[in-house]
C-alpha cells in the first residue's frame, strides 16, 4: 500500500511540475515559441511521460487553462461564500484576485497575454469564461447586499463593471507603471466608489 501510495505522490508531482514548467515557458515565449523538448527537459521528466498525462502539446494546454479555471472557481467560491457587507466582500475580492496572482503569476501572466497579446498561434479558447464567472460573482454579491436593503436599486451589471473594471485597472497599471503601484489603491477606489451605492 505505500509502495502505491508513493508511486501516485511521483506521478502527481510529475503532472503538476510538467504544468507548471509549461505555464512559466508558455508565459515568457508564448505558446508557438514553446517546445515539448523545452518542457519536458526544464520539468525533469521525458517525453512519454508527458504524452502519457496530457497527449500532446495542445492537450497540455487545455489543461493548463482548466487548471487556471479551478484556481479561479476556488478563489470566487471562497467571496461568495464569505459573509460580511458588500464592500467588505469586494474588497475580499481585489484581495484574493491580487493574493491569486502573486500566487499563480505565470499562469496569470501567461493567460492574459493570450487574451490582450498579439496572435500566439495557440489553439482556440473561449476566455471570456474567466470574466463571466468574475462578473456573476461581482452581480451575486451585489444581489444579496440588495435584498437586505444594504445597497440601493442600479443596474446590476453596471455595478459589475464598476467593480471589475476599477480592479482590472489597477492591476494594470501596476505593471504598465511599477514606479506608482500601490496595492492598497483599488480598495480606495472601491470604498470611494461605493459611497454612491450606499443605500
Not at 467593480?163 to 494594470?172: A, H
Not at 501596476?174 to 454612491?196: C, H, I, N, Y
Request: aromatic share 12%.
Amino acid at each position: 500500500m505505500e509502495n502505491k501510495d508513493k508511486t501516485n505522490s511521483l506521478e502527481s508531482n510529475a503532472r503538476q511540475r510538467i504544468l507548471e514548467t509549461a505555464t512559466d515557458l508558455f508565459a515568457e515565449k508564448g505558446y508557438a515559441g514553446t517546445y515539448v523538448r523545452e518542457i519536458v527537459e526544464k520539468a525533469g521528466v521525458s517525453k512519454p511521460v508527458l504524452y502519457y498525462y496530457f497527449q500532446s502539446k495542445e492537450g497540455l494546454f487545455y489543461a493548463i487553462l482548466e487548471w487556471a479555471a479551478d484556481v479561479q472557481q476556488k478563489i470566487l467560491n471562497e467571496i461568495v461564500e464569505a459573509s460580511g457587507p458588500v464592500l467588505d466582500r469586494f474588497l475580499y475580492l481585489y484581495r484574493r484576485t491580487y493574493e491569486g496572482i502573486q500566487e499563480y503569476h505565470s499562469l496569470y501572466k501567461m493567460i492574459h497575454s493570450l487574451i490582450y497579446g498579439p496572435p500566439q498561434g495557440a489553439p482556440g479558447y473561449d476566455y471570456s469564461k474567466y470574466q463571466h464567472r468574475m462578473f456573476n460573482a461581482v452581480k451575486r454579491i451585489y444581489a444579496e447586499g440588495l435584498s437586505t436593503g444594504e445597497v440601493k436599486k442600479a443596474d446590476a451589471d453596471e455595478v459589475a463593471f464598476l467593480v471589475l473594471s476599477l480592479i482590472d485597472f489597477c492591476l494594470n497599471m501596476d505593471k504598465v507603471m511599477p514606479e506608482l503601484a500601490d496595492s492598497q489603491r483599488p480598495e480606495r477606489l472601491l470604498t470611494l466608489a461605493f459611497q454612491g451605492l450606499r443605500a
